[in-house]
């Protein structure tokens, strides 16, 4: 059983999707604490830390083999907690930091909340770092879109996101930093590549519950 750690419900959906296109026989336990990410933005991620060990805790207790979080900004956390609870837990956005550091040197953060931006940066420069390649990163807010999300238009929120992607011009690669961005993906319509975080980012969970008698994230 894989475990996922959210902060909105509305990432159930998405993944219980996702694993029924590509994981069938994959059992998933869903864990979602929406005061995670708010405590998160107002007091920093390290303010929920203790919260995070708790949940991954309660979900090694629930039996899962693997923990999956899929928020952006407590994600460091969640990973760092690894050790603690014995099982591997990994962040979503791992895969896509890395596959946009293989892009090429120009990498826009994109996201509609300014929490995301440090964790996600952070993550990218990393993961450059480890592969040997030089990044300039470049945040940018799409301004506008979280209050349609909090008011549960997704569509309007998906839209707005692409508009402000299509906007930009000088990117290698644009990384859209929350998992609840995913659908405008499909909407944009600009020649750079616009990467998001769930697919690739379960892929990755999955081989890991798979795996005995490890924690953390391989690579790191």
Do not use: K
């Not at 207790?61 to 969640?78: H, K, N, P, Q, W």
């Not at 909090?150 to 299509?166: F, K, L, P, Q």
């Amino acid at each position: 059983m894989l475990a996922l750690l959210h902060t909105s419900p509305a990432h159930v959906p998405v993944f219980d999707a996702l694993r029924d296109e590509d994981h069938p026989d994959l059992e998933l336990l869903h864990l979602v604490d929406e005061s995670l990410l708010a405590r998160a933005r107002e007091h920093g991620p390290e303010a929920v830390a203790a919260d995070v060990r708790s949940a991954l805790a309660r979900a090694t207790a629930d039996g899962a083999r693997a923990v999956l979080c899929t928020c952006s900004t407590i994600g460091e956390v969640a990973e760092r907690a690894a050790p603690a609870v014995g099982v591997p837990v990994l962040r979503v956005d791992r895969p896509m930091a890395a596959a946009a550091v293989a892009a090429g040197e120009r990498i826009v953060v994109l996201a509609t909340v300014e929490s995301t931006f440090g964790p996600t940066a952070a993550l990218i420069e990393r993961e450059a770092a480890g592969s040997g390649r030089s990044v300039t990163v470049r945040t940018l807010l799409a301004d506008g879109a979280w209050s349609h999300f909090a008011a549960g238009d997704t569509e309007a929120y998906a839209r707005r996101i692409a508009v402000v992607a299509d906007a930009v011009t000088d990117a290698d690669a644009i990384v859209l930093a929350q998992g609840s961005m995913t659908p405008a993906q499909a909407l944009t319509t600009t020649s750079i590549p616009v990467l998001s975080s769930p697919r690739t980012g379960l892929a990755a969970a999955v081989v890991r519950a798979s795996a005995r008698g490890t924690t953390g994230y391989a690579g790191e």
